[in-house]
Structures are given as C-alpha cells and as structure tokens.
C-alpha cells in the first residue's frame, strides 16, 4: 500500500531563509512524486512533479525538490523564503502500478515571518 | 484555458439528505477525481473517472457515489448525509488517467456543511 508521511505539521522561517518542507514516502513498485500548495479557501495549485530521470527537480515560483530513493524521501526546498510563500503543502504520491489513485500526505503549514 | 470549476461552491445540508455536487474539468481532459478534505483526516480520494467509466475508488461507504458525463463534466452525490459528511470537496482534473504522468488540477472547492 502507498503511504505518505510529513513529518512536520508546522514550519516557521524567517524571510530571506531558505526552507525545507519534508516528505517521505512508501510505495510497493516505482513512485509518481508531487508537491501541491493551498492557499486559504482555495483549491490545490501544482508545484512540481518527479516522473522519472534527474533527483533534482524544479517547479514554480521558485521550487524544487530532491528525490532520494534510498531515503524514500522527496524534500521541498526554496532557497529564499517570500512572506507569500505562507501556505498548506502537500506532497502526494502515484504508484506507478497503472491504476493506483493518489495518495495525499496530511499537509504541512509553513509560515514565513517577516 | 479556463480552470476547474464547481459548483455550488457552499452548501448547507440536514442530515438524512442529499446533496449533489459538480464539476467540470479542463477543457480537453478527460480525468475527473474527487477527493474529500477535512482537518482530522485530510484529503481523502473518493473516486476517479475517466472516459465516463469509473476507474479507480477510494475507502468511502456506497453513499458517496459519482458519474462522468460524455463531455468530461463529473458529478459526485452524497445520500443519506451525516455530519461527519462535512467537509470541502474538491475536484481535479487531468488530461490522463489521475495524471499518471501529469499532474492534476483542482477546483476551488465546494463547502459542504451538514446541521
């Protein structure tokens, strides 16, 4: 069974700081890796993705993640922190057994102080 | 391209009815999953159509059920609702099957609130 796990409920950076919101994952053949941001009373916007090839990927407004197999992890990481950046994140995964539904990890809240 | 929209975006419901929820996707996609977010569980995915057939489903009862009309627009019904049926629903869409190798696009929400 896939699972998702964030470890942190709660990240609070300074402005200009990088960050990192973590991700770690468990999935029985090859994983579809994804982070989601949600902003107040809105639905979820895509941040980028990990399908296959290079560990580092990069996303929107500035984003991007490492894939790590060996630590089944998929961090999210910014190298500086805009007070805008405050928001929900959710990495999910797709096993990529054709058919299997996503799983959502239970969000992380970041808050970047000014 | 317009987004994903649904509608009602708020809804107030007793228990014992029902509600029916829509949404419609991208233009061009063909995938609609819905998925149910609340503070305690989280989001939680529902169901997934594409091409009008369902094709994968999530852990929920048989009161939660949903179709996929010819032209990709979805909706999902909730019968018998209970409270515990509160929550936002959000629907995504992708061009493939639950973006196998995409990624999904979510709606704003429909904010179900069951008294």
């Known amino acids: 069974a896939q699972s998702v796990a964030q470890p942190e409920d709660q990240v609070n950076v300074a402005e200009g700081n990088p960050l990192t919101v973590k991700c770690t994952y468990s999935?029985?053949?090859?994983?579809?890796l994804f982070w989601y941001v949600q902003y107040p009373n809105r639905g979820l916007q895509f941040l980028l993705k990990?399908?296959?090839?290079?560990?580092l990927v990069k996303g929107s407004y500035g984003f991007e993640a490492e894939f790590n197999k060996s630590q089944t992890s998929f961090h999210l990481k910014k190298p500086s922190a805009l007070v805008s950046d405050s928001a929900l994140y959710f990495c999910a995964v797709r096993d990529d057994n054709y058919g299997q539904n996503f799983v959502f990890g239970p969000g992380t809240r970041l808050s970047v102080l000014p | 391209k317009a987004g994903v929209t649904q509608t009602p975006r708020y809804l107030i419901k007793t228990r014992g009815q029902q509600v029916t929820l829509s949404c419609s996707p991208i233009?061009?996609?063909?995938?609609v999953s819905w998925y149910q977010q609340t503070p305690g569980q989280g989001l939680q995915f529902l169901f997934e159509?594409?091409?009008?057939?369902?094709?994968n489903k999530g852990n929920f009862p048989g009161r939660f059920s949903g179709r996929q009309f010819s032209n990709s627009r979805s909706e999902m019904n909730v019968s018998t609702l209970e409270l515990g049926d509160s929550a936002l629903y959000l629907c995504a869409s992708s061009a493939s099957l639950a973006g196998a190798l995409g990624e999904q696009y979510f709606g704003p929400g429909t904010r179900l609130t069951v008294t």
């Open positions: 159509y594409f091409s009008e057939t369902q094709r």
């Open positions: 233009s061009g996609h063909r995938s």
């Open positions: 999935v029985s053949g090859n994983p579809y």
């Open positions: 990990y399908i296959t090839g290079d560990n």
